[in-house]
């Protein structure tokens, strides 16, 4: 059974730092590309950061760029992201996510979710 389980969210004050942990397992994803989403409440649910499954390119949404960094273990099966500077817009549940296809990932189709943690940033 595959499974994508996050770690790591909590409520920080705005201006300081969280760190997220997804471990995937039921199966191989070295070859996957990896993913974070997030949802706030009362709006869909968007793109917040990637990686290939070399983890040697990563993207992020314009609104992270120099804030967030996603990252890989070497074992492949794990993602992280490190999340600093937070702001309250950043409230939300975090999702990881995985898929064979990145272009499937980016655009929130991925075939594997995990349940999500949730981020909470005081002002």
């Known amino acids: 059974q595959v499974q994508l389980v996050e770690s790591g969210g909590g409520l920080v004050q705005a201006g300081g730092s969280l760190s997220l942990s997804c471990a995937a397992s039921?199966?191989?994803?070295?070859?996957?590309?990896m993913g974070w989403f997030r949802q706030a409440p009362g709006k869909e649910r968007e793109f917040v950061a990637a990686?290939?499954?070399?983890?040697?390119?990563?993207y992020n949404a314009d609104s992270v760029k120099g804030r967030f960094a996603i990252s890989r273990g070497n074992a492949k099966n794990t993602v992280y992201l490190q999340m600093n500077s937070l702001k309250p817009e950043d409230t939300a549940v975090y999702y990881c996510?995985?898929?064979?296809?990145?272009?499937?990932?980016?655009?929130?189709?991925?075939?594997?979710w995990g349940q999500g943690t949730q981020v909470t940033v005081s002002s």
């Open positions: 996510a995985a898929d064979e296809l990145l272009s499937k990932l980016r655009v929130g189709k991925s075939t594997y």
């Open positions: 039921g199966r191989t994803f070295s070859s996957y590309a």
């Open positions: 990686i290939t499954w070399t983890g040697g390119t990563t």
